[in-house]
């Protein structure tokens, strides 16, 4: 349980961490290498070390370590053995689908628990399938697994990614080490997925984009091995970093490791809501407290537009601007559920549909006890916390720890009246 106390004036500077988003395929992609890499830049959260688990019991090493500048992890695979799975590791995570390519290149069979899904919706396994199907693997289904086997098509395909992300990261480690083109069209191209690429091209893999959302990929034999990658930065949790820092700050925050190229549209939405920006150098950011907020409008949508997962936290700044303010969440159908728990909290809030809100500022927030939708709304509700009059309980704290490094630690290093009880 987390006790948040009012009132905030935040201060100093944050850093980024690595994103949960990019790490987790590139360690699934690691195992193709059969060798020895580096990954620098790899945030230590629930989902990393559930991964670690789960590929621990097939033989895979791995170990945290640093050198003169950088600390990395290092991932060996060259023991990497088949062994049936740990079901009930896997079933928490929904990023174990991506087991199913180097498992399936190495030892042309896998047994696989469903997946645990989020809350929003069930993100849809068949999207994977039906692709492997494509370059015949032959699947079975029960009520609690998934069985593959075989090996890869022998030709030139062409496939059709539906611009989701895991899929699109999917398809690209199913088919690097297969000697063949492969076309993939409408790809998703959001930052973590092109980490995942050049990922892969550092190791050899022959990878082109174009800019109609396709990549093709020409593939090669063997897979380079035993060389270091960064990964990225969190652009996600950059956004949080820079809403708490125009609703919280005593004047100013500083924010390192940004990704500020990622945060076009994002920071524009920020300026239309008179939020102050100041660029200080490569990918640091000062951004200052509003405390007068326009009204504004966002509708999600898939990358470089305004993301979903920052819908949620970007409300809360909506309660605190003038007049009307208007979401449009095109992408996941119980996204805006959480608004209920910030109406709790006084936000004035009417639903138009269930993809559309109104939001009627400015509110004063109030305290009281609330739970979580998901693990971005989580996010958002320590931000309206943070804002809120009196003392906050919270509850559900493991949410946090599975996507972001250290967030409570960070916030009381910026001055945030926020313990652990």
């Given at each position: 349980m987390l006790k948040i106390t009012w009132k905030q004036d935040l201060k100093w500077e944050v850093v980024i961490s690595g994103s949960k988003n990019a790490i987790l395929p590139v360690l699934w992609a690691s195992l193709l290498l059969k060798w020895k890499v580096k990954l620098r830049q790899v945030p230590k959260i629930w989902d990393i070390f559930t991964f670690l688990g789960i590929i621990e019991k097939v033989w895979v090493k791995y170990k945290f370590s640093k050198d003169n500048k950088w600390e990395y992890l290092e991932i060996d695979s060259s023991d990497l053995k088949y062994k049936k799975l740990d079901f009930e590791e896997i079933e928490k995570i929904r990023w174990s689908v991506l087991l199913l390519s180097p498992f399936l290149y190495f030892f042309w069979k896998i047994d696989i628990p469903f997946p645990w899904w989020c809350l929003l919706w069930k993100r849809p396994i068949e999207a994977h399938i039906n692709w492997l199907k494509s370059i015949w693997y032959k699947i079975k289904q029960s009520k609690q697994k998934i069985s593959l086997r075989w090996k890869?098509?022998?030709?030139?395909?062409?496939?059709?990614?539906?611009?989701?992300v895991t899929p699109t990261e999917n398809l690209l480690i199913a088919n690097v080490l297969r000697e063949w083109i492969t076309t993939i069209k409408c790809c998703?191209?959001?930052?973590?997925?092109?980490?995942?690429?050049?990922?892969?091209?550092?190791?050899?893999a022959i990878i082109k984009i174009k800019y109609n959302h396709t990549i093709i990929i020409q593939g090669v034999k063997k897979l380079k091995n035993d060389f270091d990658f960064k990964i990225?930065?969190?652009?996600?949790?950059?956004?949080?970093?820079?809403i708490i820092a125009a609703l919280c700050s005593k004047e100013y925050l500083t924010i390192k490791n940004a990704r500020i190229n990622d945060l076009y549209v994002f920071i524009?939405?920020?300026?239309?809501?008179?939020?102050?920006?100041?660029?200080?150098?490569?990918?640091?950011?000062?951004?200052?407290?509003?405390?007068?907020?326009?009204?504004?409008?966002?509708?999600?949508?898939?990358?470089?537009?305004?993301?979903?997962?920052?819908?949620?936290?970007f409300a809360v700044l909506m309660t605190q601007a003038k007049w009307i303010n208007k979401i449009h969440e095109v992408l996941f159908e119980s996204r805006l559920n959480f608004l209920v728990e910030l109406e709790k909290m006084w936000a004035n809030i009417a639903i138009q549909n269930p993809h559309e809100w109104l939001i009627f500022g400015k509110s004063l927030l109030r305290w009281?006890?609330?739970?979580?939708?998901?693990?971005r709304a989580w996010a958002a509700m320590i931000v309206a916390w943070l804002i809120a009059s009196g003392v906050t309980t919270v509850t559900n704290v493991e949410y946090i720890y599975r996507w972001y490094e250290n967030f409570v630690e960070k916030l009381k290093n910026l001055g945030a009246n926020i313990e652990k009880v």
């Amino acid at each position: 349980m987390l006790k948040i106390t009012w009132k905030q004036d935040l201060k100093w500077e944050v850093v980024i961490s690595g994103s949960k988003n990019a790490i987790l395929p590139v360690l699934w992609a690691s195992l193709l290498l059969k060798w020895k890499v580096k990954l620098r830049q790899v945030p230590k959260i629930w989902d990393i070390f559930t991964f670690l688990g789960i590929i621990e019991k097939v033989w895979v090493k791995y170990k945290f370590s640093k050198d003169n500048k950088w600390e990395y992890l290092e991932i060996d695979s060259s023991d990497l053995k088949y062994k049936k799975l740990d079901f009930e590791e896997i079933e928490k995570i929904r990023w174990s689908v991506l087991l199913l390519s180097p498992f399936l290149y190495f030892f042309w069979k896998i047994d696989i628990p469903f997946p645990w899904w989020c809350l929003l919706w069930k993100r849809p396994i068949e999207a994977h399938i039906n692709w492997l199907k494509s370059i015949w693997y032959k699947i079975k289904q029960s009520k609690q697994k998934i069985s593959l086997r075989w090996k890869t098509s022998s030709w030139d395909i062409v496939l059709d990614a539906c611009f989701w992300v895991t899929p699109t990261e999917n398809l690209l480690i199913a088919n690097v080490l297969r000697e063949w083109i492969t076309t993939i069209k409408c790809c998703a191209i959001e930052p973590h997925v092109i980490n995942l690429i050049d990922f892969l091209r550092k190791a050899w893999a022959i990878i082109k984009i174009k800019y109609n959302h396709t990549i093709i990929i020409q593939g090669v034999k063997k897979l380079k091995n035993d060389f270091d990658f960064k990964i990225i930065s969190d652009y996600i949790e950059s956004w949080t970093y820079m809403i708490i820092a125009a609703l919280c700050s005593k004047e100013y925050l500083t924010i390192k490791n940004a990704r500020i190229n990622d945060l076009y549209v994002f920071i524009q939405k920020m300026k239309e809501a008179w939020v102050k920006f100041r660029h200080i150098w490569n990918d640091t950011m000062r951004v200052y407290r509003a405390d007068k907020l326009e009204n504004i409008s966002i509708q999600t949508n898939i990358f470089p537009w305004f993301p979903t997962d920052l819908q949620s936290p970007f409300a809360v700044l909506m309660t605190q601007a003038k007049w009307i303010n208007k979401i449009h969440e095109v992408l996941f159908e119980s996204r805006l559920n959480f608004l209920v728990e910030l109406e709790k909290m006084w936000a004035n809030i009417a639903i138009q549909n269930p993809h559309e809100w109104l939001i009627f500022g400015k509110s004063l927030l109030r305290w009281t006890d609330v739970t979580s939708w998901d693990l971005r709304a989580w996010a958002a509700m320590i931000v309206a916390w943070l804002i809120a009059s009196g003392v906050t309980t919270v509850t559900n704290v493991e949410y946090i720890y599975r996507w972001y490094e250290n967030f409570v630690e960070k916030l009381k290093n910026l001055g945030a009246n926020i313990e652990k009880v």
